[in-house]
């Protein structure tokens, strides 16, 4: 099994783009997640999902937007992205339990 | 609100050294109680759990004891090696609501031969 996986591993943008970030797990877990995580400041949850078809905005939402159209995937958007977002972005997974982390994806935004 | 306190870091130590990283929390309600390992470049792994008051979680030498009355789940080993070099969060979650993570800053672990 894959587990969790993220999709870039690395991206550069430049202040105002828009780009997605994919997260997929192959667990079948109902509940998935999104985080940054910044020197000096741990992870912070971004958004949520406790299911298909539903989100929900955790410590940090501002300036993203999530959509959990399969049970598999939890996708991450940034519409107008600005330097404050460069980060590392974690994705993890659970069934209600131990949440299972991505590899992660680090961002620039410049 | 619900937070996790950890020891800053680094911590530098030398190859089977007594470590001791402290961790404290406040909740509403009875948490369950987290440590993940997170190593170079790669995302956070589950190093050992607690879910209840008095549980020990273990796990690869480590340990730690959920203590309700001194709201703490400090994470020990009795002798480090090069290879436990890594970042340690700390973590709690409160059933319902998602079951969403607080986590501690992290404490970046050194091991030195």
């Known amino acids: 099994n894959a587990g969790v996986t993220q999709t870039p591993k690395f991206r550069v943008l430049k202040t105002g783009q828009s780009m997605t970030l994919l997260c997929a797990q192959d667990?079948?877990?109902?509940?998935m997640y999104w985080y940054r995580q910044d020197p000096g400041m741990g992870l912070r949850l971004i958004h949520y999902?406790?299911?298909?078809?539903?989100?929900a905005k955790g410590e940090v939402p501002d300036g993203y937007n999530v959509s959990r159209l399969k049970k598999q995937n939890f996708l991450l958007g940034l519409e107008s992205a600005a330097p404050s977002q460069t980060s590392v972005y974690f994705c993890?997974?659970?069934?209600?339990?131990?949440?299972?982390f991505g590899p992660g994806t680090r961002l620039l935004v410049l | 609100g619900n937070s996790v306190t950890q020891m800053e870091g680094p911590v530098t130590l030398s190859e089977e050294a007594f470590l001791t990283i402290n961790c404290t929390y406040t909740?509403?309600?009875?948490?369950?109680l987290f440590w993940y390992v997170q190593y170079p470049g790669e995302g956070l792994q589950l190093l050992l759990k607690?879910?209840?008051?008095?549980d020990k979680g273990s796990n690869k030498g480590f340990e730690a004891t959920y203590r309700k009355e001194t709201t703490s789940f400090h994470l020990e080993k009795g002798s480090v090696q090069v290879s436990d070099s890594a970042v340690y969060f700390c973590?709690?979650?409160?059933?319902?609501?998602?079951?969403?993570?607080?986590f501690g800053t992290g404490t970046q672990l050194k091991v030195e031969l």
């Open positions: 993890a997974s659970s069934d209600g339990g131990t949440q299972y």
């Open positions: 667990m079948n877990h109902e509940y």
């Open positions: 999902s406790v299911g298909e078809g539903t989100t």
């Open positions: 909740a509403t309600g009875y948490p369950s």
């Open positions: 607690a879910t209840k008051a008095d």
């Open positions: 973590a709690l979650t409160l059933t319902g609501g998602g079951n969403k993570l607080t």
